[in-house]
């Protein structure tokens, strides 16, 4: 594309030229080519939409109002109850922010607050191209295997330290359990990591997306340890199997209002509400209830089981990795075949990736674009490629109480053991 | 608030203090204290969203994926359609980009696009509020009463050949039918302009979200006169009633890849892709047919009647207003009552309107909010506080070819009328 001759805002230029772009680019040729492609990249649950949240948008499909800009009253309210109900946090309904989706809200919260961005890394992909497309100054914080890819509150203390500005405007992401490695922490850690976060007077935003996805359904908010502090990221996309409904909350502390109200006001001028149907069916979501209970401990125990599956396989073919606590990813780490890979002309993470592609047709995405360096032979595979509607009603059909069969997995989720496997192979060729 | 100790982008620091949220906070006190309140500020069609459309967005309820960021490919086609069909455009669908609402999209543009925006007022309440966020510059052209509010080809060259840069990136927004004043410019007068345009190179956008409640259904847009540089926005929140559902659409010219790109790659960023059963259900609004085509013909004759009916009482009552071409906006004028408003310590347009709504209940919006000067005595009454689905029946029972009854008005709208007569009354006290 010629761009010599147009006016593009510079920050924006060159943005979307992402590996992400280039693997989903060759996998569309390769199949056009005949050869079968194990889709693993994009981060989509599998699992439809619970049942009485789709009868909910159906008896509000009617609705055609303009909502209020913060959200509907009900919804604030339900996202308030299931934080109480779920995370032990007392969240104001008058503190709930609905937007559509939690990486919009995200974006709105970087262009309203003026600081800069802390993120601890591996992360996941949009955090640093929003930070951007505005303009914010980022620090990367990079964590390691041996870490389970967890920052530390040490290192986080170290960081801060080495900046000479104690009380420099700072908001620091956390995501737990984590894209792209579905790791989380533990009480403790989050406790240790709250403590220097209140003594630098750090904002947390604590990107919670997956918490509904504990495989023991033991998710804990680092809310618990600074309320006064954290703004609390969820929405529908991914426990609820709804990412292309729309539909992100942010919960504020009390003393937030002068970062709610004018996010409020930028919404306002850009979004304006969130789609009404959806928000009305969000409702039934966030208020929960037996089924909803039911649909979560069955899409648990399935990914608890496949991620357990593929982790031995990989495991057992030397590929580095941490069975995850809960979400649909695997951060997986070919360090152990650097030499044999360097040989082969590869010595980073896109040229592993494209390579895996273009030899094997299963495309997962390199570890670059969750701002690893480019050196590290790191990516993030998502087990995500099965049938998620079938897996859920063989999932139903066994009493909760009882372990699936040993061919469970292999049944149900055949692509995904099928592309570990190759993966495997690969490595060891 | 005290916003002291806080670390808010500076852009945004007192946005969303506006003269309308005064207005529906006087408007919200004033009723709690048993006041009746007559609610003319707000602009959202009275009209539900037709039942096929409705119907679509039930049949796709379970709908989960993330859909293309630019757009359902089905939708882009349908909106193609839609302007071939209604405006005689060739608009090709991958130049088709689907936001949620044409706001959004008009914020992303003015993120994207490096370049002055150039407004004619009275213009929409949006525009400025988002150039300011991003940092842009306003430049305003002011209209007057005499030649309708429209911008003539003759205003804008002056004022662009005043600037002494021929080919500085400028975006100029056109808004016809238009909000506030319902105006809208003949074929003639689009030429013009848009030979004008063409010479200085500048973006046209071209926001066209009233087009199809044109009430003779005549609707022309600029870009058949200048498609290589005009991008046709239009919605399904206005025509269709859907204004909660929050969908919107712009089409640009085929060589503007440079453009719609990097838009694309900040949706992508931002709200990622449209919610998904909307998408499935806009592309019966789009597609049409007989269904809508009927519910387009019955309610622009209510508007039009409605229209005619108020302009009547305003204008025998001393209020300078022009008959609208379309939508359902007056923008009127009190300068004839200047002297007795300004004994009374009405100097300007806020004031003019705190001043009905304490003293009648008729909440109208300030001519201020639409970035005319505050001095001037003008305001837009939005004529839609009245049961839409109440009246689209009533017109459904009369034969399209037939005149509505005398009292037609008077029966379904009679809380317009009403608050217009006290508005007249209440000038003239």
């Not at 599998?46 to 055609?64: I, R, T």
């Not at 330290?161 to 989050?190: M, Q, W």
């Not at 109200?261 to 969130?274: F, G, N």
Request: charged fraction near 20%; glycine fraction near 6%; charge should be neutral.
């Amino acid at each position: 594309m010629d761009n010599k001759h147009t006016s593009i805002n510079l920050n924006i230029r060159g943005i979307g030229q992402s590996p992400t772009l280039r693997i989903n680019e060759l996998s569309n040729k390769l199949q056009k080519e005949g050869k079968k492609i194990y889709r693993m990249g994009l981060g989509q649950s599998p699992f439809p939409v619970p049942v009485p949240v789709v009868e909910m948008l159906k008896n509000h499909a009617h609705e055609k109002d303009y909502l209020n800009v913060k959200g509907l009253e009900a919804l604030r309210k339900a996202v308030a109850h299931f934080h109480r109900q779920k995370d032990n946090l007392q969240i104001k309904p008058e503190n709930v922010l609905i937007g559509p989706g939690s990486k919009e809200l995200m974006f709105l919260l970087q262009l309203v607050y003026y600081g800069d961005i802390i993120l601890p890394t591996p992360c996941w992909v949009s955090y640093v191209p929003q930070a951007k497309i505005i303009g914010r100054n980022i620090k990367l914080i990079h964590t390691t295997f041996e870490d389970k890819w967890k920052l530390t509150a040490h290192q986080l203390e170290e960081f801060l330290r080495s900046e000479n500005d104690r009380f420099k405007p700072r908001l620091i992401v956390l995501n737990y359990p984590s894209n792209p490695d579905g790791e989380t922490h533990s009480a403790a850690e989050l406790e240790k990591i709250a403590k220097v976060a209140r003594k630098y007077e750090m904002i947390v935003l604590s990107d919670e997306i997956y918490g509904q996805l504990h495989y023991a359904g033991k998710h804990i908010s680092i809310a618990n340890f600074y309320p006064e502090g954290t703004i609390v990221s969820s929405g529908l996309s991914k426990w609820c199997g709804a990412g292309g409904w729309r539909l992100g909350t942010f919960s504020f502390p009390s003393n937030f209002e002068w970062l709610l109200h004018p996010m409020a006001s930028v919404a306002s001028e850009t979004y304006t509400s969130v789609c009404a149907p959806v928000q009305y069916a969000a409702v039934s979501a966030f208020v929960g209830g037996i089924a909803i209970e039911r649909y979560l401990m069955n899409v648990r125990r399935i990914l608890y089981s496949l991620a357990k599956k593929c982790v031995e396989i990989l495991q057992n073919g030397g590929i580095r990795v941490h069975m995850p606590s809960g979400a649909f990813y695997l951060f997986i780490d070919f360090s152990n075949f650097a030499e044999k890979l360097n040989k082969k002309g590869i010595n980073g993470s896109p040229a592993l990736c494209e390579k895996l592609l273009e030899e094997t047709g299963v495309a997962i995405l390199p570890g670059s674009v969750f701002m690893r360096s480019e050196e590290e032979l790191t990516a993030r595979l998502a087990f995500v490629n099965f049938d998620g509607s079938k897996a859920l009603a063989m999932s139903e059909a066994i009493p909760i109480n009882e372990k699936f069969p040993d061919d469970f997995d292999q049944h149900c989720c055949n692509q995904v053991i099928e592309a570990v496997e190759i993966i495997v192979d690969w490595a060891n060729k």
